[in-house]
């Protein structure tokens, strides 16, 4: 392990498309990493980098023996490269989703307790300030005993995001696995694991292999209620994307809303942290006006800070934030929605969790 009280970590990238491309800009201004390597099979095409560049991750790891390692290949690939790159002794950031099954995921997170490995998982919202801000409100009670919860993930992707990345409508992609996923990572973060779900989902709307639509019902063991709809068809200003400044690709929409939040003395949405409560003095009840006002949080780029915490983990001076054991229960989850909407049952996630853990013990 590298000593804490190194400046800089050596970072290489693995997979240089639409995110790996992303990461490395994020690198480059950071002023506590340096860029090493990128990892591409496509790299005779790979132009500009001013970094080595290798074809595969195994010559790329014994050759320039990073610090840390940035995993953003196909879903597909995951758990295969952030094993190499563990055994290698480096750092991983695995972009989401972990893996493309949950038992493979269950086979990483084996590994990383094994290894004690520093990995943390590419949900990069948590690191979103109103995350944490309505994370504090919600726990403090700051809108009473929450109720239930409401939230959208929708934006109509280009064809060419389909035609141009074969892998984007193969199984293993779909919305729920490449969108919804972060929202569940947000929705188990903000109100804990959910005890049941019922899902919906359609390919109506493409025609591809996958899922484009999906619309989700959520009881969590708290006792909050939540629905979700997810669609990658569906021209919206509504999800996160278009809410925050975090990736350039996607146009802001200022003061927009992703979640809805609705507590017994008052209500919250996010990312805008609009709070909205009755005044002092007014009976709280539906007859009442209710005022809006807006929480407070530093504003700060989620992909930016997820990065400096990557950093915090790489030298081991953090825990990672979202660990693999903790991102292992999202893909129950997506597994759980999965199943429900075949079959139209709702499913009881305790029940769901130890099958999926007793069918991948089976298997190994
Ligand atoms: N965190 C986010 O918000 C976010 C956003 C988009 C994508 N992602 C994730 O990032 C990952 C990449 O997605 P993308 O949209 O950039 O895909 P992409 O297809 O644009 O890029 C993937 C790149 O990986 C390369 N590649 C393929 N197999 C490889 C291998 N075995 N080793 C190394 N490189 C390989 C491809 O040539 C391609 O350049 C996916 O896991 C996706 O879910 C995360």
């Known amino acids: 392990m590298i000593s804490a009280g190194s400046k800089i970590v050596r970072i290489a990238v693995v997979g240089a498309g639409f995110m790996g491309r992303q990461h490395i800009g994020f690198i480059r201004g950071s002023s ?30 014994d050759t320039v023996h990073p610090d840390a390692v940035v995993v953003a290949n196909p879903n597909a690939a995951h758990v295969d490269t952030a094993r190499e790159c563990i055994e290698a002794g480096a750092a991983v950031l695995l972009e989401k989703p972990m893996a493309s099954s949950y038992s493979a995921a269950l086979r990483l997170a084996d590994t990383v307790a094994r290894q004690r490995a520093r990995l943390l998982v590419g949900h990069q919202r948590r690191h979103h300030p109103a995350i944490a801000r309505a994370r504090a409100a919600i726990h403090a009670g700051e809108i009473g005993q929450v109720v239930a919860v409401s939230g959208m993930w929708s934006a109509r992707k280009d064809d060419a995001y389909f035609t141009d990345t074969p892998w984007h409508s193969e199984p293993g992609a779909g919305v729920t696995l490449i969108n919804l996923v972060h929202d569940l990572d947000l929705l188990r973060h903000l109100f804990g ?21 999906v619309s989700v019902n959520l009881r969590f063991e708290s006792g909050v209620m939540g629905s979700f709809l997810a669609s990658d068809a569906g021209v919206s200003p509504w999800g996160w994307d278009q809410a925050t400044e975090d990736a350039a690709a996607f146009p802001f929409i200022p003061d927009m809303d992703a979640y809805r939040v609705v507590g017994t003395r008052g209500a919250l949405s996010l990312p805008n942290l609009a709070r909205f ?39 081991g001076a953090a825990e990672p934030l979202i660990s693999a054991a903790d991102a292992l229960g999202t893909l129950a989850l997506v ?30």
């Open 32 to 61: 506590r990493a340096e860029l090493v390597a990128v990892v591409d099979p496509r790299a005779d095409a790979l132009t500009g980098l001013d970094c080595p560049v290798f074809s595969e991750t195994r010559s790329m790891l």
């Open 193 to 213: 694991e959910p005890a049941e779900v019922q899902a919906m989902s359609s390919r109506h709307a493409r025609g591809l292999d996958v899922e484009d639509t």
């Open 277 to 315: 409560s009755y005044d002092a003095g007014v009976s709280p009840d539906w007859h009442s006006p209710l005022s809006r006002t807006h929480l407070s949080a530093s504003p700060r780029n989620s992909f930016e800070a997820q990065l400096d915490h990557f950093i915090d983990v790489a030298v």
């Open 335 to 364: 597994e759980a929605i999965a199943s429900s909407a075949r079959t139209g049952e709702p499913v009881d996630l305790a029940r769901f969790r130890a099958a999926l853990a007793s069918r991948a013990g089976a298997e190994t």
